[in-house]
């Protein structure tokens, strides 16, 4: 059931370290990408906006 999981012996502390560092650095890595599609998403409609008022 649970085989994807490594056998927890003496190692297990640097094993769940290394999951969990993987999940913050996966976790961070979305949360910038997010962040920057929101600022280009804005400086898009900026830039939209001040077309239409040059025309």
């Not at 910038?32 to 409609?45: F, N």
């Amino acid at each position: 059931m649970m085989d994807f999981l490594p056998h927890l012996d003496k190692n297990a502390a640097y094993i769940w370290a290394c999951y969990g560092l993987g999940l913050v650095l996966i976790g961070g890595a979305v949360i910038g990408v997010m962040l920057k599609a929101r600022a280009a998403k804005s400086a898009l409609e900026r830039m939209n906006v001040s077309d239409e008022d040059a025309s």
